[in-house]
């Protein structure tokens, strides 16, 4: 069966300071890849997805960047965090040719301070 | 565009209550539907799907229906209980290599015992 993991778990960082998240998900080949992102009480909101190893498309301009070095790997990461980058981050993947739902990962809870 | 509305939150029932909370879309063509669920501090479960018209996705005595003549995808459940308290977030797909998903904005509900 497939599983996804994100790590960390919980995350308290200052302001400036750079950011790498990881999700690696096991038990199929190939998957798409997604990150979201969840402010405190809203929505989810799509930052970067992959089709492939190497292949990121961005949804929202911002200090955040994403990268796929591996087929089951997807990392987000930024240089300098700003306080706005708070909030619970969420990993997805999805298998290409089913049918279209996502599974999601556990979630970082990341506070900026 | 794509875009899903779901009733405003909270919502607070009490236990063995009726529930509904409501869902409509805008898309082209056939899009797939989902409901995801999200407890407290965690990812979100996908919960049902349904992938064309007239179909009834159920899971955990949850039933929503795909209504293609109203745009709708009404979730539903005929008692609920404590152990349902949480954010309940409609969704649909379209097809495409990437397959995004894209979410409403979420129902909290609580549950009194």
């Known amino acids: 069966s497939q599983t996804i993991h994100q790590w960390p778990a919980t995350l308290v960082q200052p302001v400036g300071s750079p950011l790498s998240l990881e999700c690696t998900v096991e038990?199929?080949?190939?998957?798409?890849l997604y990150w979201y992102r969840q402010a405190a009480g809203r929505g989810l909101q799509l930052l970067f997805y992959?089709?492939?190893?190497?292949?990121i498309s961005s949804e929202v301009p911002q200090n955040l960047s994403a990268s796929r070095p591996q087929d089951r790997q997807f990392i987000l990461s930024s240089k300098k965090l700003l306080l706005s980058d708070s909030g619970f981050y969420l990993c997805?993947?999805?298998?290409?040719?089913?049918?279209?739902?996502?599974?999601f990962g556990p979630g970082t809870r990341l506070t900026v301070t | 565009g794509n875009s899903v509305t779901q009733m405003e939150g909270p919502v607070t029932l009490s236990e063995e209550a009726f529930l509904t909370i409501n869902c409509t879309y805008t898309?082209?063509?056939?899009?797939?539907l989902f409901w995801y669920v999200q407890y407290p501090g965690e990812g979100l479960q996908l919960l049902l799907k349904?992938?064309?018209?007239?179909d009834k996705g159920s899971n955990k005595g949850f039933e929503a229906t795909y209504r293609k003549e109203t745009t709708s995808f009404h979730l539903e459940k005929g008692s609920v209980q404590v152990s349902d308290s949480a954010v309940y977030f409609c969704?649909?797909?379209?097809?495409?290599?990437?397959?995004?998903?894209?979410f409403g904005s979420g129902t909290r509900l609580s549950i009194r015992p």
């Open positions: 992959s089709v492939g190893i190497g292949q």
């Open positions: 349904a992938t064309k018209a007239d």
């Open positions: 969704a649909l797909s379209r097809d495409s290599s990437a397959s995004k998903i894209i």
């Open positions: 997805a993947w999805r298998t290409p040719g089913t049918a279209y739902e996502q599974y």
């Open positions: 038990g199929t080949s190939n998957p798409n």
């Open positions: 898309a082209t063509g056939y899009p797939s």
